[in-house]
T-cell receptor, first 113, second 116 residues
Framework: KQEVTQIPAALSVPEGENLVLNCSFT??????LQWFRQDPGKGLTSLLL?????REQTSGRLNASLDKSSGRSTLYIAASQPGDSATYLC????????????FGKGTKLSVKP | NAGVTQTPKFQVLKTGQSMTLQCAQD?????MSWYRQDPGMGLRLIHY???????DQGEVPNGYNVSRSTTEDFPLRLLSAAPSQTSVYFC???????????????FGPGTRLTVT
């Protein structure tokens, strides 16, 4: 069964710290991987999309990497800010461009001022 | 562009009632899907569609019905609401053909449903 796991489930860091969120997946035959942010009571906001042929994507203070052979992706957040506090979700697409996303359960990040 | 819109934002139903959750997108995306999000369970796929007239079941389809008569709209129908269907429902869309752009998936703001 294709599964996506995110560890840790929750993380608390002081403002300014660099941090890494982890995502692992059981089947390496992915089509793409997407990182989302979800604020309490809100929808999902797409942060970064990595195609299976790519190794990393960057947007501002965010950098996502992909290692298909080991079944892992990381989301690196530089110089964290209280506004980064949210739940971060990793989702993997299998089955080509018409495939469906399989989600991890998320990492709840709290950045303390 | 409005992106993906969902109505209503909140809904309370009594057991046995039926209702339709609306979802619309204005990005000309072929692929649309419905998820439910429950504490401790994450997001689970209910139904999806790869184009007008084509729908298929996801992981948790029981008790839900969908149709896709236009590219823009993908309504989710609850046939006879049960307390187990209390959840937050999200609609999503993306391109799915090789002629499209990025296959990034976009989500709506969600509908919070309570069944008593």
């Amino acid at each position: 069964k294709q599964e996506v796991t995110q560890i840790p489930a929750a993380l608390s860091v002081p403002e300014g710290e660099n941090l890494v969120l982890n995502c692992s997946f059981t089947d390496s035959a992915i089509y793409n991987l997407q990182w989302f942010r979800q604020d309490p009571g809100k929808g999902l906001t797409s942060l970064l999309l990595i195609q299976s042929s790519q190794r990393e994507q960057t947007s501002g203070r965010l950098n996502a990497s992909l290692d298909k052979s080991s079944g892992r992706s990381t989301l690196y957040i530089a110089a964290s800010q209280p506004g980064d506090s949210a739940t971060y979700l990793c989702a993997v697409k299998y089955g080509g461009s018409q495939g469906n996303l399989i989600f991890g359960k998320g990492t709840k990040l709290s950045v303390k001022p | 562009n409005a992106g993906v819109t969902q109505t209503p934002k909140f809904q309370v139903l009594k057991t046995g009632q039926s209702m339709t959750l609306q979802c619309a997108q204005d990005m000309n995306h072929e692929y649309m899907s419905w998820y439910r999000q429950d504490p401790g369970m994450g997001l689970r796929l209910i139904h999806y569609s790869v184009g007008a007239g084509i729908t298929d079941q996801g992981e948790v389809p029981n008790g839900y019905n969908v149709s896709r008569s236009t590219t823009e709209d993908f309504p989710l129908r609850l046939l006879s609401a049960a307390p187990s269907q209390t959840s937050v429902y999200f609609c999503a869309s993306s391109y799915s053909s090789h002629l499209g752009g990025s296959y990034e998936q976009y989500f709506g703001p969600g509908t919070r449903l309570t069944v008593t």
